[in-house]
């Protein structure tokens, strides 16, 4: 059985409030200059270089979401949040559907922290994916393709190879676009599963 992972509010945990509250701050005052910034004097090259940095910080921001929600996981009270359960609370303070909620939470459960009932860390369930979305190498398209693959996968696969599909997925991902990908996933399920669909 594995747990998400429960951190004590030491006194390490209050300077990690004051840091993420004052990341907070800095993200959002970077948001504010940018939007104040004009674009003219790029060429169309540096443009896409731009649209491109964008995007990598936008594929990463998942990453700290995950560890967010795998924390209000554990703590497992939906009712101290004022709901019936982590979707209702999330659909209610984000202002997202139901379905985009129980998303962000099915994706955490994949790609977040984990701890043992023993108190040991472990790595995501999806390591590779993992990785490569904290690096910015995978948007939600390829998350979204990948995870679907390796769900596909059947119990009698092996588990080394059932590893090494989920890491060869998330190499591909980090290298082609998301039309590319979603064949290759499809063929490495193909010859996983000769005799599936």
Known sequence: MVRTSVR??????????????AALDAIETAHDQLEQCS??????????????RRERVTWRAPVIEHRILARLVADGNPGALGASSLTVALTERLRISSTEARRRLAEATDLGPRISVTGQPLEPVLPGLAAAQAAGRVGPEHIAIARKAVAKIPTTVPTPDRERAERDLA?????????????????????LDPDGD
């Open 8 to 21: 004590t509010m030491g006194r390490a945990g209050f300077a990690d409030r004051e840091t993420v509250l």
């Open 39 to 52: 674009f003219d004097g790029f060429s169309g090259e540096e443009l896409l270089g731009v649209l491109a």
């Open 171 to 191: 190499l591909l991902a980090g290298q082609y676009g998301t039309q590319v990908f979603q064949k290759l996933a499809d063929h490495l399920i193909a010859v």
